[in-house]
């Protein structure tokens, strides 16, 4: 909590004291300097732990609308946040999706690859809490937009998808990662067009069931985990080599016969990453190199000694100074990889061509102007704007008034 002054602070204590049945004292400290007495209310971490037990008692049966509530006053502050939610016939809350002006502007920027969620922790009501992340042209992980689901069926999940849709302005995303859910795909199926739209199950989420599926003799196997780990991770291996990998290990181990690594090996498509060709640039790279000129391309095969040896061939435009390598780094991740940079360098260019500099990955990725389907500016909401309307949030709670409608009896809200 959060206050203009410290009086504020003080009364606000007092009050609560005083309705809660128990004495404050103000004290003054020593060990800092100041044009006056530096006041503090003494209070254990016993009391602040009872003070938030009754708060959430006190507001027990209104919190849904609280939040509502919540959320339309960030729309009067900021015409761009966007809000949708439904209750039931009995007026209560099953869903709720929301997401603001730096979500959306954050999603049109670097919302090519997009990550839902629906593993974290339920609240005291058994609503999921389901954000929409990605990540920034910094690598730091953003939050484009979150929803509350008390059902977790496919036409909660269809809802939300279209709403989804709808707030960031019909601009689907290139790749779409979610945990391994038949419900999920299904939604996905209805909503996204295939096309535009590629699903992929999340790994991590995948790997979190191996030691169960293959049972607690193997799942103890350090050599077995470390082989099977080394295949699906391997971002360097070409399809037909993890084919090859995954069954020899399946026979070495004895798991020809297991369903679930059966299955998994049909749907490989959607959760290995070698089906997905993207490479780190990383290490040094040591080449012995052939060269054959095709017309006016020139074709350039590069022996990686970094990874295992492993032969990429780079066709080179000599008209436009453009480059292709077999890795698909450069496709996939939208950063040229190493094959192609010493190519490039090899022709003796001093900077790289502005084809391989994609604003997603530049300083200047959230300095452009956005608007909505509607032709509306999404607002600009820099730091200090941020800053400014988060204070005036936090100051309009704490006014008595506006908990007043939200706290007394028959109102038409209840609890999730």
């Known amino acids: 909590m959060k206050f203009d002054t410290l009086q504020q602070g003080i009364t606000f204590y007092e009050n609560y004291a005083r309705i809660f049945g128990f004495d404050t004292r103000l004290s003054s400290t020593k060990n800092r300097k100041s044009d006056g007495k530096v006041l503090n209310m003494a209070a254990s971490v016993t009391d602040f732990k009872n003070f938030q037990r009754d708060i959430r008692k006190h507001i027990r049966g209104k919190d849904a ?34 997401a603001d002006a730096i979500g959306m502007k954050s ?61 960031m302005s019909n601009c689907d995303p290139t790749c779409l990662i979610t945990d391994q859910d038949p419900i999920i795909e299904i939604a996905i199926e209805g909503v996204f067009d295939g096309s535009r739209t590629r699903h992929r199950i999340c790994m991590w989420h995948i790997m979190k069931k191996v030691p169960e599926k293959v049972g607690p003799t193997l799942a ?25 990998l995954w069954n020899t290990i399946l026979e070495k181990y004895d798991l020809m016969n297991n369903t679930w690594l059966q299955h998994m090996f049909q749907i490989r498509q959607n959760w290995i990453p070698s089906y997905y060709r993207n490479m780190p640039m990383s290490g040094v790279m040591r080449t012995t190199s052939r060269s054959e ?121 209840r609890h999730f």
């Open 220 to 244: 103890q196997n350090e050599d077995f985990m470390s082989e099977f780990c080394n295949c699906v991770w391997s971002k360097h291996t070409e399809p037909e080599e993890f084919d090859e």
């Open 107 to 167: 999603y049109a920027s670097f919302g090519d690859v997009v990550s839902f969620d629906t593993t974290f922790s339920m609240n005291e009501y058994c609503m999921v809490f389901s954000p929409f992340t990605g990540v920034d042209n910094s690598k730091t992980c953003v939050t484009f937009a979150a929803a509350l689901l008390y059902r977790e069926d496919t036409e909660s999940f269809v809802w939300l998808f279209e709403e989804f849709r709808d707030a």
């Open 293 to 413: 000129n095709e017309e006016d391309v020139q074709i350039v095969t590069l022996i990686d000694h970094k990874r295992n040896s492993k032969m990429h061939t780079v066709r080179y435009h000599l008209d436009n100074n453009r480059a292709e390598c077999t890795c698909k780094m450069y496709e996939r991740e939208g950063i040229p990889c190493r094959h192609i940079l010493w190519v490039i360098m090899e022709k003796g260019l001093k900077s790289l061509p502005p084809t391989y500099v994609k604003t997603r990955w530049t300083k200047a990725a959230m300095s452009m102007t956005m608007f909505d389907l509607g032709g509306n500016l999404i607002e600009d909401t820099t730091k200090i704007e941020a800053v400014k309307k988060k204070m005036a949030l936090n100051k309009a709670c704490f006014q008595e008034e506006m908990f007043k409608p939200l706290l007394t009896k028959g109102s038409k809200w």
């Open 65 to 98: 609308q609280m939040l509502i509530e919540n959320f339309k006053r960030k729309q009067q502050m900021c015409s761009s946040f966007f809000l949708k939610y439904e209750v039931d016939d009995k007026q209560h809350l099953i869903r709720v999706f929301w």
